[in-house]
């Protein structure tokens, strides 16, 4: 498996035997929340193309879709998912119906959101019209109700 990420911490947690190649993405590193930012791509290069991106964002939302705190930020991750085939989000139910400073992508660049609880019911209805699959993971310790 070849792994592209832009945190920090990603590299040094994979098991060697499983991993070809790891490329870390970006140019600015954000230390509070070990990550890089800056474009997907390489010098010289036209750009990537990745199977799946999985990205964590700090808004979703019915109306304005993804959502980051930072621009560049959600410049990097609009062109990561823009590369890939697959595209999963990650979000806590604190994220939803929150509409944060920059705009990364509607809800129909998302082919899946994995979440620690069921969205409210407009969101739940815009990503079934989206066509989202929707996964629902509790919290340790929390029983889903």
Do not use: W
């Amino acid at each position: 498996m070849t792994v592209v990420t832009n945190n920090i911490k990603v590299p040094a947690e994979l098991p060697a035997a499983a991993v070809r190649d790891v490329y870390l993405l970006g140019g600015t590193c954000r230390m509070e929340s070990s990550v890089t930012i800056g474009p997907v791509g390489f010098p010289g290069m036209a750009g990537i193309s990745a199977d799946v991106a999985v990205i964590g964002v700090g808004g979703v939302s019915a109306r304005t879709g993804l959502s980051t705190t930072n621009l560049p930020e959600a410049q990097m991750m609009a062109q990561m998912l823009e590369s890939a085939h697959r595209t999963v989000v990650v979000a806590d139910a604190t994220k939803f119906n929150r509409n944060a400073f920059a705009h990364i992508a509607s809800l129909e660049a998302v082919d899946t959101l994995v979440t620690d609880a069921a969205p409210p019911e407009e969101l739940t209805a815009a990503l079934v019209s989206a066509d989202i699959d929707l996964v629902v993971v509790p919290a340790a310790g929390r029983r889903e109700r």
